[in-house]
């Protein structure tokens, strides 16, 4: 009995160690364009460990349309370095308040774990949106080359359609 549980908790320690040690494969972070008295951007940026980049921006962005490039090992170990954070804590929402700021929707792939988180980046802690701040600013927008259209694993990035009754 003694036996079963010493290995017992060797296998959970083993299991805890290289769950830790998951590397992150892709960041994408989608903004709705809800919030800021409704003119907030809608926008996504995503960068994956090939060092690809896409990015949209939409209504209320002022580069409008879908880009693509890359970028370079230094900044991706960066982001893997500060999205572990939000992968093994996720987002830290210490104000409770009613706010008029967009949605953020975060999404991490470390191998077959995905992670994905939404918060509202009104109540998200200022370490966090100093992160989120840099990610945005980490790729010059100004370095991408427009394309016609891409997918994302994200979806608050669009405008939800207005249906009119008649």
């Known amino acids: 009995m003694r036996n079963i549980l010493i290995l017992s908790i060797l296998l959970c320690l083993t299991n805890c160690t290289q769950q830790d040690n ?55 170990d960066s982001i893997k370095v500060r999205f572990d954070k939000f992968r093994l804590k996720g987002i830290d929402t210490i104000k409770w308040e009613l706010t008029d700021q967009p949605d953020v929707e975060f999404y991490i792939q470390g191998g077959v774990n995905k992670n994905k988180f939404k918060e509202n980046t009104g109540k998200m802690s200022d370490e966090d949106l100093d992160i989120l701040h840099w990610f945005v600013k980490s790729v010059p927008i100004s370095t991408l080359i427009k394309t016609d259209s891409l997918t994302f694993e994200t979806s608050i990035q669009y405008p939800i359609p207005y249906k009119y009754k008649l």
Request: charged share 25%; aromatic share 16%; glycine share 10%.
């Open 22 to 76: 998951i590397d992150i494969k892709k960041v994408t972070v989608a903004f709705s364009g809800y919030g800021c008295e409704s003119e907030c951007p809608y926008k996504v940026l995503s960068v994956d460990e090939q060092l690809n980049v896409k990015y949209y921006a939409g209504m209320f962005a002022n580069e409008k349309g879908y880009y693509t490039g890359t970028t370079t090992k230094e900044k991706w």
